[in-house]
């Protein structure tokens, strides 16, 4: 374990260090996480992918896990698979999310619905936990199903819904001060920005939400798989995340919820639906919900979808969380220095955190031609970012599958498309 | 044509005439629709499988399809099979299913969610477009989530749920004529029952509820794919179902959702997500759903699922309605006949329209020891039927996958288990 920390800790070292191709050939050699890249379906040579906080990359596990699911349990025990394990699959793979990426001691994560579906829920919830309140505080940054959702509930309940200012900078408790206040329901926040990757306070924000009486709900889309999160710790009642970014679930894969253990049997979501009810098959004529976090549970849960998550959380689970970020800092410092020395004078922006500590594992990169040197970073360069209105080039560091070659091949290539002879 | 049509009229002509194991073989030769066992995934020898209404066998082009779209599509062009199909597959086996199995011109439906969100989504919309109005109207023998469901909406707007009393026969219009007034705001039943298969007055309890003003959503899980729905025709206002039964789209398979197109733009769904936004890549501030049926996806569609759907529809689609009802028709005779003469002496009762015409494609036998009986086929007799409380042993028909011998085995182990001697 020593040895390991000091290797991360090298790794970290040489980053100032980079000077060319092979040394970036270097610190892969020295990555404690490289032999994961194996574990990955490696897609057409040559392509650099940094689009894993969108869309991460496929888990070779996942093509034999996903076959047995729909083969050997749905093709040949039919039916009788739910008794053999389908029905726990929900929970089961939320307690190893919870536990292993999202600081949640069992039974209080759900890997259910869409991040959208999850989030009306739980926002609706701690809405009517707090029915004498009338505001919604959230960021105008915010990622815009979040927004919409909560948009959709204030003017169905007659509510305020008010937007922080949200720019490039973690927002703190101290800049939110002036906005939750003791008519504030619920506080509705990423713990890491879509565009900029800044990282909100996340316990000192929810301490704030809890000085005025709110409820305090992220999102933690882009921070689960790639940084701390440590919801127990930090007392927050609830959360939700997708799941096919850094956890690799793959397109529209199932994403998860966390209710608060104090908070369960309380708090009453919206959607009432037979997979939340106690005594499920007995099919009784009141809905009567479980008294845990199953009762957040709504439809039938999508078994294909949910084995293939359980792949990508436990390669994410064995990594660990401390040798996740320390990876994701590195190679954000490599693209970070590289930008500095080439991209400053073409033009480019950084659009993210100058601080490493301060940012998640995604830079966001500037430029007034960004989406043209987008679309010609895909087409001409086999180089895979993504691109968020009006001008950011996003890249994504998933620490599993990102290497410093990658980096360092994105960054030259990018420099090459942008210089003016192009 | 003709030749096939005479071809099923006389499979349904022999039906009365079936005495042996024998025959029941000679029945499934003539069948036109012996062919697609082949196109499935087939258990262990010797399973009888009778629960495809509750989770429809595996196609086995759905082995490949999710191959091809874990391997080759996401693992391969990874997000950028946002733009090469994905974005579209919603609507677009939507609308397979739609005009296939449905009677719904395409741009109405999308699969999407879990039939509980689905639900949840139109019940809103339409308790929203008769806000004037306090009355949801559903049957106390509806599927347990569509109660809850609806029960939720009711207790979170203080609108009374108004049960009707439900029972083995089949709804009609003048069965519902004292429950459905000029305040009730909309009607959600199930088009056919899933525990008698008593397929209700779907054209004249719609036109019983236009009458008064009320809308009309009908859930269609147990018809969708074995006998004809019509939504068009009758004018249905909102429909939805699942495609895990009769559509063999697996285990927790994306939903579906039908809008008629008189209502889009005007009916607005509460969950308002980023998938139901028009111009959702330029990620305003503001939410401006889509102006039809893609105002009701919310999140992020999960791909491998729908794409297993769609190979399940696709079959249905070719096999055609009616030829899926003739012989669901076909099955269905056979199983009655055989119950009246070796299991009415041993116990049994009929717990399904004696009518043919008046039942879907599954038959209830109910029975003292019903639940005992269902645990021993399963364990000790190779046939898999549902049971439902308290006493029913319910028996899915899948038109595509039972065979006659299939029920005749059933039965004939069925009687075996029951006799005394046992």
Avoid at 161 to 180: C, D, F
Avoid at 197 to 225: E, K, P, Q, Y
Avoid at 274 to 285: N, S, V
Wanted: aromatic share 8%; net charge negative; with cysteine.
């Amino acid at each position: 374990m020593l040895a390991l920390k000091l290797a991360v800790r090298n790794v970290w070292r040489w980053v100032g260090m980079v000077h060319s191709r092979a040394d970036a050939s270097e610190m892969d050699a020295a990555d404690e996480l490289a032999r994961f890249r194996d574990q990955f379906h490696r897609p057409e040579p040559g392509l650099v992918y940094l689009d894993g906080n969108s869309l991460g990359m496929l888990p070779a596990a996942a093509v034999a896990r996903a076959h047995e699911v729909i083969v050997a349990q749905w093709g040949q025990r039919l039916i009788r698979s739910w008794d053999e394990g389908w029905l726990d699959l929900p929970g089961q793979v939320g307690d190893r999310l919870g536990t292993a990426l999202l600081g949640a001691a069992p039974g209080q994560v759900l890997v259910s619905d869409s991040t959208t579906v999850n989030l009306y829920k739980l926002a609706a919830a701690a809405l009517d936990a707090r029915a004498d309140r009338s505001v919604i505080v959230t960021s105008a940054g915010e990622f815009p199903t979040d927004r919409y959702v909560l948009a959709g509930l204030a003017a169905a309940r007659g509510l305020e819904l008010r937007q922080v200012a949200g720019g490039p900078e973690p927002l703190t408790a101290a800049a939110l001060e002036s906005h939750v206040d003791d008519d504030t329901a619920v506080v509705v926040l990423s713990h890491v920005d879509y565009r900029s990757a800044a990282i909100a306070d996340l316990a000192g924000i929810t301490a704030l939400a809890h000085r005025h009486g709110a409820l305090m709900l992220w999102d933690l889309s882009h921070s689960a798989g790639a940084l701390p999160v440590g919801l127990d710790a930090a007392g927050v009642d609830l959360a939700v995340g997708c799941s096919y970014k850094y956890l690799n679930g793959g397109p529209g894969a199932p994403a998860y919820l966390y209710v608060r253990r104090a908070h369960q049997g309380l708090l009453r979501q919206p959607i009432w639906g037979w997979f939340g009810q106690r005594e499920q098959f007995t099919m009784g004529p009141v809905y009567d919900p479980e008294p845990d976090v199953g009762q957040f549970q709504a439809g039938t849960p999508p078994i294909v979808g949910l084995s293939i998550v359980d792949v990508g959380v436990a390669l994410l689970a064995e990594a660990g969380v401390p040798r996740l970020r320390a990876k994701a800092l590195a190679l954000g410092s490599l693209l970070v220095d590289l930008y500095e020395e080439w991209l400053v004078p073409l033009g480019f922006r950084l659009a993210s955190p100058r601080d490493a500590a301060a940012r998640g594992s995604h830079v966001a990169l500037a430029h007034p031609d960004g989406r043209l040197l987008r679309d010609r970073l895909v087409a001409r360069a086999q180089v895979v970012p993504d691109f968020r209105m009006p001008d950011q080039l996003r890249f994504g560091l998933a620490p599993l599958t990102t290497s410093f070659t990658d980096v360092w091949d994105a960054m030259d290539r990018l420099r090459r498309l942008a210089e003016p002879a192009h």
